[in-house]
């Protein structure tokens, strides 16, 4: 059913002008609402659409200066309490933040009025976080959601505003973003209580120290994770599109269910390398999905399905590592989330095609015989609950690359490179997924 766009701007102020909120639902649970999995100290990975940040942050090395952030993510489910969590993951000293805020995204950096809300840490207003850790917020009270079923902030945007006080040193980040962000200028202070975007004359297409955002959400709320890598976090779908397959599979869950779907995708990410990770010997695709796999999945709130797309990177000449190798990684992940949650579905999903990629590490006839041998493992192998056949959805029989509708061209990428596609791929993909194998109890 359409609703009037006024009667949604009607719902929406009256959401934001004081009504009283409706009781929080009995058995209510806290459910991860948007993800940014963290890769690594800025500037190594993939970044897509990037501004030059030279005046920003002159140095990686010591990173931000007391200056302020306003990251822009879109929850996949709002709730009446959110909290969130700040990394200090690949830090190298410990790091103080302070004037954190979250708000609703009126346009840029600017914030919608009256949604701007204080964030505390155990009570305070800044938190200092060691090098390797993360912390999660105190409950955060949004009183213009009163309604967890309700329509006026389905697709809006969260504004996640902090300060850094002093030096960051190495900066904890989630490169390719494909979502515009902002940030002030270096030595610029504190404003994360400020609902105009003056203070934040920079843009940028990543994420910082910010990985997770949780909504408190009625019991019977699931959560789907998409884990993998570029081809999930949405290398050539559109800026501030959200077009990328899991951001399609959310829409179509949405229509059926209630169902929160985070995307836990990292550019370049591979299952069974690189042996070894750390802040001062990173690598552009971040660790490993097994070293990552705690952080990033299990440790999130009310995971009850996993959709597991990797296995090109560790298939390019970069890599160039064995079928079997990769397999083991993947009953190995499969075993753990298992292990942590035994009432999680596990859906893998196959490789699609990277023969003839432009790309200089894909393209080969010997990554596509590995690629269909891990094809057919994850189709009959008897590891998964189920498969999502993204090879099938777009594979172009004839060539046996990807059909050429689904490879990107644009004024701003150019020719695709035949890995990556365009949003038509990405919405076959989506649309691929079958939900009744995915919601299944």
């Known amino acids: 059913m359409k609703f009037p766009r006024c009667l949604l701007l009607a719902a929406l102020a009256f959401a934001l002008n004081g009504a009283a909120p409706a009781a929080p639902p009995t058995g209510a649970k806290w459910v991860t609402s948007w993800t940014g999995s963290v890769q690594g100290p800025y500037p190594t990975g993939n970044a897509t ?25 879109k929850p ?20 103080t933040f302070d004037a954190v805020y979250v708000g609703v995204q009126l346009s840029g950096a600017a914030i919608l009025h009256g949604t701007n809300r204080a964030v505390t840490f155990g009570g305070k207003s800044t938190v200092t976080i060691a090098p390797g850790s993360s912390a999660w917020s105190d409950g955060i009270a949004l009183p213009f959601v009163h309604d967890a079923n309700g329509i006026e902030l389905v697709g809006r945007k969260m504004a996640v505003t902090f300060h850094i006080a002093g030096e960051s040193g190495p900066m904890t980040w989630h490169a390719k973003a494909l979502t515009t962000s902002y940030l002030s200028a270096p030595g610029d ?21 910010l990985d997770a955002v949780d909504m408190m959400a009625p019991a019977d709320t699931r959560l789907v994770v998409a884990f993998g890598d570029s081809i999930t976090d949405g290398t050539d779908s559109t800026l501030n599109g959200d ?18 779907v985070v995307n836990a995708g990292i550019g370049g990410n591979q299952v069974a390398g690189p042996p070894e990770y750390s802040a001062q010997k990173p690598f552009s695709g971040g660790p490993s999905a097994l070293q990552r796999l705690d952080r990033d999945v299990l440790s999130l709130s009310g995971v009850s399905a996993v959709i597991w797309l990797e296995g090109i990177n560790d298939f390019s000449k ?19 989330i298992r292990a942590a949650r035994p009432d999680a579905r596990v859906i893998g999903a196959t490789l699609t095609s990277a023969l003839g990629s432009t ?8 990554e596509d015989v590995n690629r269909k041998a891990l094809n057919d493992f994850i189709r009959r192998g008897g590891v998964f609950d189920g498969v999502a056949d993204f090879d ?25 490179d035949k890995l990556h596609p365009n949003r038509a791929g990405y919405m076959a993909m989506g649309l691929a997924v079958n939900l009744e194998s995915l919601l299944r109890h």
């Open 49 to 73: 659409a990037q501004p030059n940040l030279s005046r920003v942050f002159p140095s990686p090395e010591t990173g931000a200066r007391d200056q302020s952030f306003r990251l822009i993510v």
């Open 76 to 95: 996949d489910i709002w709730g009446r309490q959110a909290r969130v969590r700040l990394s200090n993951v690949f830090g190298t000293r410990p790091m």
């Open 189 to 209: 202070g504190a404003h994360g209580d400020e609902e105009t975007d003056a203070a934040f004359p920079f843009s940028t297409t990543s994420w910082y120290f």
């Open 243 to 260: 077009d990328r397959w899991p951001d399609v599979l959310s829409r179509r869950l949405h229509a059926v269910s209630r169902v929160s």
């Open 318 to 336: 970069n890599a160039n590592a064995s079928v079997a190798a990769v397999e083991a990684g993947m009953r190995e992940g499969v075993r753990r």
């Open 359 to 366: 790309n200089a590490a894909h393209g080969s006839p010997e």
């Open 392 to 416: 099938l959805a777009t594979l172009d029989p004839q060539t046996g690359g990807i059909r050429a509708e689904f490879v990107p061209d644009s004024t701003t990428g150019g020719p695709g």
